[in-house]
């Protein structure tokens, strides 16, 4: 039982990264319209596409957020 939990907060710990880094990406700008070179909507539409998956391909390779971010009761 302790091994499915400790594998689901990782499985959630990653996931937080991912979010972290994808919200610090939108925040950046660095996936907005380039002016009259730029796609238009349709590239504002599909910019969060790939946002996301530059955020899980670093999330891959940084860890962001601490590795123990929830306090841990004793374990018996």
């Known amino acids: 039982m302790s091994a499915q939990?400790?594998?689901?907060?990782s499985t959630q710990r990653s996931l937080m990264n991912r979010l972290f880094i994808s919200q610090m990406?939108?925040?950046?700008?660095a996936f907005s319209?380039?002016?009259?070179f730029g796609g238009g909507d349709g590239e504002a539409?599909?910019?969060?596409?790939?946002?996301?998956e530059y955020?899980?391909?670093?999330?891959?390779?940084?860890?962001?957020l601490p590795e123990a971010s929830v306090a841990r009761?004793?374990?018996g």
Do not use: K, T
Request: cysteine-free; hydrophobic content about 45%.
């Open 5 to 9: 939990i400790d594998q689901a907060a």
């Open 25 to 29: 990406l939108q925040f950046s700008n």
């Open 33 to 36: 319209a380039r002016g009259s």
């Open 45 to 52: 539409q599909f910019a969060s596409f790939l946002r996301e």
């Open 55 to 64: 955020a899980a391909r670093l999330a891959d390779r940084v860890q962001f």
């Open 73 to 75: 009761g004793p374990r």
